[in-house]
């Protein structure tokens, strides 16, 4: 074979590396979204921090953005402060990580904004901070309650069933340094498409997604249900739930 005909195939091996090293590139940053975070306290400014780190821009919304100066300082360059309103025009999806009784003031301010928007929705109700509220829950049911107040949006519910803290340290590196595997996060939603975002958001904060069903079943894992509170693999919350592994 001559020299000309080597170097011709050297050339024509090395743009096919070239291509696909670019498409590689191209599908991970096409994978990155933006996301609105709805409240920057311990649960937002936690996952959204760990979406941050997994190379996400995250707008982080409050009444009073300027109040959350120190987080988005903290986080870098992809990290934003909005208001509510704002975030959600900034969100290819959301996160509503607020008290529970703040659910029916923010269906009123934000709620058309939030139609055909995927939803992750991490509020839970309490009896003693939410009264009324807590009984319509009790009544209807945690996920068909918020599907009410937010009516149109894609809603999943996800990171509801733990406290900050241990988002916090199981979602670090990715989860990779969680002895074992990493933590499972029951997600919830009747909407395909919603709950397809959702596992790959989850996996992006470090944990594994484990789909439990439709709103109607995300009281499996409701404050005070069986599944609540697990820091555990996904099979293993499969294996407590009951679920075909």
């Known amino acids: 074979m001559r020299f000309d005909q080597l170097t011709r195939r050297a050339a024509l091996a090395f743009a096919v590396l070239s291509l696909a090293a670019s498409l590689t590139f ?3 940053k ?12 311990n649960i937002g400014g936690t996952i959204g921090g ?9 707008m982080f919304a409050s009444r009073h953005p300027e109040q959350l100066k120190p987080l988005v300082d903290e986080l870098g360059p992809k990290a934003k402060a ?8 900034f969100g290819d999806a959301v996160f509503l990580a607020v008290p529970y009784k703040a ?5 009123k301010e934000v709620g058309p904004l939030l139609k055909g928007k995927v939803v992750l929705d991490a509020g839970n109700a309490t009896q003693k901070r939410d009264g009324e509220l807590y009984d319509e829950v ?10 009410k107040y937010f009516p149109g949006a894609k809603l999943v519910r996800a990171f509801s069933t733990a406290n900050y803290k241990v988002f916090a340290k199981e979602g670090a590196n990715g989860g990779k340094d969680r002895a074992g595997g990493r933590m499972a996060i029951p997600i919830a939603g009747d909407d395909p498409e919603a709950l397809k975002v ?31 509170g697990h820091n555990v693999t996904a099979p293993e919350l499969r294996e407590k739930l009951g679920m075909a592994k």
């Open 138 to 147: 009790q009544k209807n049911g945690l996920g068909i309650t918020s599907a």
């Open 50 to 58: 760990l979406w941050v780190k997994d190379g996400h821009e995250v």
């Open 82 to 89: 909005g208001t509510p309103e704002e975030a959600i025009k």
């Open 26 to 28: 191209a599908q991970d």
């Open 198 to 228: 959702a596992e790959g958001l989850v996996r992006d904060a470090g944990f594994d997604p484990v789909v439990i069903g439709g709103l109607k079943d995300a009281d499996k894992v409701a404050i005070g249900a069986p599944g609540f």
């Open 30 to 41: 096409a994978a990155k979204i933006r996301i609105g975070v709805i409240g920057g306290g």
């Open 103 to 107: 659910y029916p003031d923010l269906s």
